[in-house]
């Protein structure tokens, strides 16, 4: 039976964990998509232009904006994210799962656009805030005022963690990846998510029908 696509959408603090999260979903199930944002900060080292972001200039990111092709936008860290809107639709449209890893501010313009009924949102919180910078540090690809900031502005991400679905603490990694698979395959047997139930439940009413 098909199904539509859901829109699942990862946010955190910076460092909690939530693009290691995202690799480990889509290893579990490769038919997920990720939306592959456009942003104006510099690459780090190990990213990929196209994989892990579409790296633009402040021009042409503004260009993207004011021509509609954005799903949402937000400036965060000083450096402006945002979501390009054909990708996703192509997804929806094949009935595959979009998997976004943005900001609060993201999160709340596709949860208010009229994606809505498919969004599925979780946040990721850390155990600790000690162990929050443990794995900024740890991750050894920013620069110390670059993690200062970034530790500066993660209680302003986790202060809206009651906007979300879904809460996981990141404690366990395989623990937390087992968790956002089984959030994900109950998702998918949302009524909404099941646009083939109406058809079916018509065929069971037939059959029940003609055998009564
Ligand atoms: P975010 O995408 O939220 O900024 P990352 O996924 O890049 O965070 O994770 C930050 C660092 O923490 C990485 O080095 C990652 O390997 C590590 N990490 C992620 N989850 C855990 C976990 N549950 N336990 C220990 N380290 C983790
Ligand atoms: P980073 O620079 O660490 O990759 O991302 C910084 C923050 O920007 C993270 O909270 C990340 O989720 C968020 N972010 C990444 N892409 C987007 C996007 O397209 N839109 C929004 N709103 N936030 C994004």
Redesign the pocket.
């Known amino acids: 039976m098909t199904r539509r696509g859901l829109l699942i959408i990862l946010s ?10 995202a690799r480990h979903l889509r290893a579990w199930d490769p038919t997920i998509r990720f939306s592959v944002s456009a942003t104006t900060r510099p690459p780090r080292p190990g990213e990929t232009d196209g994989r892990d972001y579409h790296f633009v200039t402040e021009v042409e990111f503004k260009r993207m904006v004011r021509d509609g092709e954005m799903l949402e936008h937000a400036h965060v860290f000083g450096n402006f994210y945002g979501s390009p809107r054909g990708p996703v639709q192509d997804a929806i449209d094949a009935g595959c799962d979009v998997l976004f ?1 943005i900001d609060w501010q993201g999160a709340q313009q596709i949860a208010n656009s009229a994606l809505s009924p498919h969004v599925l949102s979780v946040f ?1 919180l850390p155990p600790s805030i000690g162990e929050l910078r443990r ?2 540090v ?2 050894g690809q920013d620069a110390a005022e670059v993690i200062a900031k970034r530790m500066q502005r993660s209680w302003d991400e986790i202060s809206h963690w009651g906007g979300y679905d879904y809460v996981l603490v ?4 395989d623990a ?1 990846a087992a968790r956002l698979e089984t959030i994900v395959t109950a998702e998918r047997l949302r009524r909404s998510q099941q646009p083939g139930l109406l058809a079916h439940v018509r065929t069971l009413q037939e059959e029940f029908e003609e055998t009564a």
Do not use: C, I, M
Request: glycine share 10%; proline share 5%; net charge neutral.
């Open positions: 955190s603090p910076s460092g909690a964990g939530k693009s290691t999260l890893d990721v794995r900024l740890s991750r990141n404690d366990d990694l937390t």
